[in-house]
């Protein structure tokens, strides 16, 4: 059965320096989403992604934050200058009809 | 392939009654379960965990089962209510660093 990939599974960066996370989602799916979680809390809503742009975002989802479908295959999340709260689980998600598949996450971890 | 399951993709329950949602892993390393609830058009929202060291978490309503011999996680929901109608997934992880998803249970519960 297909599966959600994430890479990686944990980078560590330093403030004020840029990351990008990565995911391939399922390919017939259509819907793509980015989630995140910091330790201890919810999970959190960031953005959805459809049809080659942004469909829906949260307050957490500032200028900072940005996602691409660069080549048809990865949906990557960049992180322009992380901050020490950015520190979290990020997950990645997709879906088809009304079934949603999340990737393993990638732990960040900003110091 | 798939690590976590969830073999039912919904479940209709009565007001009142017992919600019982199952999940199985494949992963014998997985030392960390937790269950979350999805309501559409927003992210999952933590529900309730256990750790491998237990075979059972009561939080209110909402009880967690541990079958480590038979790699099987259930939820309890007692009684149900209908603003517990949702999609809830369950999540396995080995040591914290990434999470794996079962696909949802859509619950339905019937005032």
């Known amino acids: 059965e297909p599966e959600v990939t994430q890479t990686p599974s944990h980078q560590v960066t330093q403030m004020g320096q840029e990351v990008i996370l990565r995911c391939v989602p399922i390919?017939?799916?259509?819907?793509f989403y980015w989630y995140r979680q910091i330790l201890g809390q919810k999970v959190e809503f960031l953005v959805s992604f459809y049809n080659n742009e942004i469909s829906e975002k949260s307050e957490i989802f500032d200028d900072q934050f940005s996602v691409e479908r660069p080549d048809g295959s990865n949906f990557t999340l960049k992180i322009r200058s992380t901050k020490l709260e950015d520190s979290a689980m990020y997950f990645c998600a997709s879906i088809r009809t009304d079934t949603q598949y999340f990737g393993p996450g990638t732990r960040l971890t900003v110091l | 392939d798939q690590q976590v399951k969830q073999n039912s993709p919904s479940l209709s329950v009565q007001e009142g009654r017992i919600s019982i949602l199952n999940c199985d892993y494949t992963?014998?390393?997985?030392?960390?379960f937790l269950w979350y609830k999805k309501y559409p058009a927003e992210g999952p929202t933590f529900l309730i965990s256990i750790s491998s060291i237990k075979d059972k978490n009561e939080d209110g309503r909402f009880t967690v089962f541990l079958n480590k011999s038979a790699k099987h996680l259930s939820l309890h929901i007692v009684p149900s209510q209908p603003g517990d109608s949702a999609v809830y997934f369950c999540a396995a992880s080995e040591g914290g660093n990434q999470f794996y998803f079962g696909t949802g249970t859509s619950l339905t519960v019937i005032p």
């Open positions: 390919s017939n799916h259509l819907y």
């Open positions: 992963n014998s390393m997985f030392d960390y």
